[in-house]
């Protein structure tokens, strides 16, 4: 049984109880996916997006939550530390419903970074992290309770978490490059 007070737990019973029936894997996608896309941290265009995927605008308890999202991933992102923790079931979830919301997360990721990307190149290298997340967003029924399955979530886990500092690190250059201007 998972446990009642995991973050993920608290997040998913405060979207139900105000009537979004939104996963809270999806909902932490979205917003890293617009951030590493260059959305920025103002919170008036985070709660917009966010109130499009709830359906509607949050209630203050809910808008208070998001906010607080939305400052954790930006301390995440903008550290030195270089760490992205997925708000995702607790590795005592069934491996099943940890790999739905591994799925819902990456959808949500590619919705926010689809809906902010700019006009601008990405290598090779950020083109195949985007084809991966598209990939791993079907991964719902390909997971099987087992040692292997375990440790195939694992492995995409860790890779998620990296992935989108890579994504931001790229589009933070890129923008900067662009801001500069050309001497002639």
């Not at 400052?71 to 419903?97: H, N, R, Y």
């Not at 790999?99 to 997360?105: E, I, Y």
């Not at 598209?134 to 979530?153: F, P, R, T």
């Amino acid at each position: 049984m998972p446990i009642q007070n995991s973050p993920y737990q608290a997040f998913a019973t405060l979207l139900s109880t105000s009537g979004h029936p939104v996963s809270p894997a999806e909902l932490h996608g979205l917003l890293l996916g617009r951030s590493c896309a260059g959305a920025g941290f103002e919170a008036d265009s985070w709660l917009a997006d966010a109130a499009e995927l709830l359906e509607g605008e949050p209630q203050d308890n809910v808008r208070s939550a998001l906010i607080g999202l939305q400052e954790m991933v930006k301390g995440e992102l903008t550290s030195d530390d270089m760490t992205v923790v997925l708000l995702l079931p607790t590795d005592d979830a069934p491996l099943t419903e940890r790999a739905v919301a591994l799925g819902q997360w990456c959808q949500g990721f590619l919705t926010g970074f689809g809906l902010t990307r700019r006009e601008y190149a990405l290598t090779d290298e950020a083109k195949e992290v985007l084809q991966d997340l598209a990939a791993i967003s079907q991964v719902q029924d390909a997971l099987e309770e087992s040692d292997d399955g375990e440790s195939d979530y694992m492995e995409v886990m860790e890779y998620l978490r990296v992935a989108p500092l890579l994504l931001f690190t790229e589009t933070k250059k890129t923008d900067e490059a662009a801001a500069k201007p050309s001497l002639h």
